[in-house]
Structures are given as C-alpha cells and as structure tokens.
C-alpha cells in the first residue's frame, strides 16, 4: 500500500514506521475497536474531506454502541486530521480513524482497558478499479449472510464485525467476481462486503432500509438526496434476490468504491451501467470534488494548505 510519513496516535503525530500496539490490545483478540472510512479530494478550493462531521458522529455512535467513550471532541478530531493530511502533503487521501479498545486487563470483559484513538490516512485509488467505476463490476452473491441484529449491531462500523465482510469477499474473489452481495438473515438483500447497494426498475430506484441489516451508509446517504433532488421516486423497502438479478441498473456506494455500478450478478448480466446510474455517479462525483455547489456544505475544507 502507499505510505504516509505521519499518523496521529492517541494525541501525538508519529512517524509511520512508529505506529504501533502491544500483542496483547484488546481489540487484536477480540475485535473491540470501532472506525471510519472517509476520503479527502482535491477541489477549486483546496482538499476537502467529504462528510467529515458525519463521518465522526457515525464513530461516535459505533464506539458507543460498544460501550466506549471517544476521548477526544468531535471538533479536535477533525483539526488534527486537518493538520496530518496537510503534514503529510496529500491533495487527496482515504482517512482512517479507528477507536479501540487498547492492551490491559485480558477476557472479555472490556470496561477496564483503555479507549485508544489513532488516525490514519494514506492515497487509496478506486477501491473496485477505475475499470469497474466506468464499465461495472461483477458480483455474487455470498453464502454468507449478513450479520444479524441478534448477533450484533449491523449499524456499528466495529472492526470485528468485518469478519463477516472478509468471509464474503474471499469467497466472492476465489470464485472470480469483483465484489459479494450479501442477503441478510431473512434473504433479502442487504448490501455489499463493504458497500451500500441499490437497483432501478422501471425507473423506480430502490435500496435496502435500515431494517435490512445495513450499515447507515453516508453515501447512501447523499445518493438518496442527489436521486431525489433529480426528481427520481425513490424507494427504500426489502430487495428479493430475484428482484436484484432482473433489475434494469445496479449500483453499490460507499466511501472507498464511492459509485460503482454492478454489470452482473451471479453470471447473469444486467448489462453497462444505464442511464439513470450515469446520471447520479456524475452529480455525485461533482459532489465529492467540489463541483456541485448545491452540495458545497458536504465538504469540510482544509484548513492549512497543502504542501505543493
Ligand atoms: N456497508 C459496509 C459493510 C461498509 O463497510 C461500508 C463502507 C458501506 C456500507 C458504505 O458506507 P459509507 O462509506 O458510509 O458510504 N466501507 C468502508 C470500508 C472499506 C474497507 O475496505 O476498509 C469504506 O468504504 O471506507
């Protein structure tokens, strides 16, 4: 992966090669740690950082999901990824903040170690290639369901949730497909190993509502709005499967895939991204690079300018 020369941990800048934990953290055996995917573009105006108070109050919530506290203000938070993105000199950047649960007592019982903060951030390109942003990507749908409201929470962003994720998207890759579809536990279709998903039938677009196990996407989220803001009807209600592999367009969000259209399904083809996906990916891309001033209050401009 590409490398940065800086990332914030627990209230100080280290260097990369520093960044480090004791074998026995919490969160490494247990999977106690909550975080954030956000990303930074370059715009007119300078880097700005898509959603980014969205992004910390979804982390927030997530830590306090599993009964952590994050020790810093949301406010701090943001300045000091401000500051590393300018510091390490990137225009454009993925963010990685993770809230963990650090090395102290061991046993499941976590109340008694410390909450640790770092930030990462580092240049990540099309997380499901530029190829599959332009011309779709292939998908399958898993044998893995999603992670079920009586497990655990599918609304936390906790890293020992993506166990179920990693599963999915080793099967989906083993088989030859670019990304999973996963069902969730009542079979209707919930979302991808690390995407929101939605389909268009005849015009109508549809995506999975909050009680399909998804995570609250904040792609999904601007999706919703730019779709409506175009005069789309759209719906959020339970997707069958069969539903899915006949729809007329399909489309997956999410911070690193940003908007990513699915061509097929199960070697079923849907066909090249259409025109009502086309539409949204372009306002959408506007959106994420500060073309779109309708949608200006979504970027958090940083503050310190770049490093040429
Ligand atoms: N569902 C899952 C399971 C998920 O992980 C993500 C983001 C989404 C939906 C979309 O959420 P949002 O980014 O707020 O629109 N996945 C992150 C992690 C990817 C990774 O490989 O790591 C991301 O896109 O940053």
């Known amino acids: 992966m590409n490398t940065a020369d800086l990332i914030w941990m627990n209230g100080e800048f280290v260097s990369w090669e520093d960044a ?51 020790p810093y203000q949301q406010e701090k938070l943001r300045e000091v990824t401000h500051e590393l993105i300018t510091r390490n000199g990137f225009r454009s950047c993925y963010i990685r903040p993770l809230v963990y649960r650090g090395h102290g007592p061991m ?60 599963l999915a998207k080793i099967e989906a890759a083993k088989a030859g497909y670019q990304e999973a ?18 389909m268009v039938r005849e015009g109508v677009i549809y995506t999975p509502p909050q009680t399909a196990s998804i995570l609250d996407g904040i792609n999904r989220k601007s999706v919703i709005q730019i779709a409506t803001d175009l005069g789309h009807k759209l719906v959020e209600r339970d997707i069958a499967r069969g539903e899915l592999v006949n729809a007329d367009e399909v489309f997956m969000t999410g911070t690193a895939a940003e908007l990513t259209p699915v061509r097929e399904i199960d070697d079923i083809t849907l066909g090249p991204p259409g025109p009502i996906t086309r539409e949204i990916q372009g306002i959408f891309d506007d959106a994420l690079t500060g073309r779109a001033p309708q949608y200006a209050e979504w970027l958090d401009l940083v503050q310190v300018p770049s490093k040429a």
């Open 20 to 70: 480090k934990v004791h074998v026995l953290t919490h969160s490494l055996h247990y999977g106690t740690g909550v975080f954030e995917g956000i990303r930074a573009y370059e715009t007119e105006r300078g880097t700005a950082i898509f959603r980014h108070n969205d992004h910390l109050d979804r982390l927030r919530r997530s830590a306090a999901m599993y009964y952590m506290d994050v």
């Open 107 to 166: 046993g499941l019982y976590p109340l008694d170690n410390p909450v640790e903060v770092v930030i990462a951030v580092w240049e990540w390109g099309a997380y499901l290639g530029e190829e599959g942003k332009r011309e779709g990507i292939t998908a399958k749908v898993s044998s893995w369901e999603r992670i079920s409201p009586r497990s655990l929470y599918p609304h936390a962003k906790a890293t020992g949730q993506y166990l179920n994720s990693v």
């Open 181 to 198: 579809i996963l069902l969730d536990h009542l079979g209707h279709v919930c979302e991808g190993s690390g995407e929101n998903i939605f």
